[in-house]
């Protein structure tokens, strides 16, 4: 079991900046590849971004190319979201999750999730 617990949504401007935090415990953080996603109001969840188990790679979903980055300390057994010009429709509640298995964007293809953070951006 892999417990994920996220960290610091909030309510932010439109152009701002937010850095979310995931703190996994449980079973080795290292041996598993981090996806972000979110889900809006009405929507399916989605892909944000991922990294793998090494750091090495890293994937991003394109409405968030060159806006957000995605990174991982494994010695802290965390992964980190830095979301940076924010838009309203970035708006949801962002989940992360963790996979032992190969890189996807696929979010059933998970095993594990955080209860999620929610963060909101107003215009």
């Known amino acids: 079991q892999v417990q994920l617990v996220e960290s610091g949504g909030g309510l932010v401007q439109a152009g701002g900046s937010l850095r979310l935090s995931c703190a996994a415990s449980?079973?080795?953080?290292?041996?598993?590849?981090m996806g972000w996603f979110r889900q809006a109001p009405g929507n399916q969840r989605e892909f944000v971004a991922l990294i793998r188990w090494s750091g090495g790679s890293t994937y991003y979903a394109d409405s968030v190319m060159g806006r957000f980055t995605i990174s991982r300390d494994n010695a802290k057994n965390t992964v980190y979201l830095q979301m940076n010009s924010l838009k309203p429709e970035d708006t949801a509640v962002y989940y992360c999750a963790a996979r032992a298995g190969y890189t996807t964007t696929a979010w059933d293809a998970y095993d594990y999730w955080g209860q999620g953070t929610q963060v909101t951006v107003s215009s």
């Open positions: 449980g079973r080795t953080f290292e041996n598993y590849n």
